[in-house]
């Protein structure tokens, strides 16, 4: 077994119940490949892809693109030289989340106690022996950080490194680039 499966078996992720249907169908999508499969026109895919989200997004029936804690503003100062916000939104969007702790899914759940959400929980070998581009990062780059500005940790795409390539410690995000095949099986977490 690879040695960032055998660190982290399981990967998480957090989805709406409604979204459940969808996810067997089609796969767990990334916000860009949702926008595809569902034809959302150019310009409002534009908006939603490159946009902060400050609330959920509706595409579907049952399916919608969480919301996200990106404004421009500080955002901007917190990337990487060359990096502006709707280039590293188009990066974020075009990935799918995952926790390598159950703890940490169970947390992003709990706070949006008002929304019917599930935990899906993946083998880490099975994405990987699928051969799906799967890299972690040390850092929540879907949230801003509340870091002084004086001295603000700069994103950018090289803070994702393939799985293959972790080091020590537990990876506070795990991606797959675009989406996770439907074939691949998932479990629901109580």
Known sequence: MR????RFPRLFHVADRAALPSIRQHGLRSAAALCRLHRVPAAARNALLGENRGAYAP?????ALRWQG???EPLARRLAPGLDPV???????????LFARRADADRLRAREQARDQIILDFATAELL???LDVRACRYNNGYMD????????LRGPEDYVPAAGWG?????????ADAIPCQIDFELCA
């Open 146 to 153: 509340r870091r002084s500005l004086a001295a603000p940790r």
């Open 168 to 176: 020590p410690g537990v990876p506070r995000e795990v991606t797959v």
């Open 129 to 131: 022996d699928a051969g």
């Open 59 to 63: 595409i579907a029936s049952g399916v």
């Open 87 to 97: 280039s590293w939104r188009r990066l974020i969007n075009g990935r799918v989340f």
């Open 3 to 6: 040695p960032f499966a055998e």
């Open 70 to 72: 990106m404004r421009d």
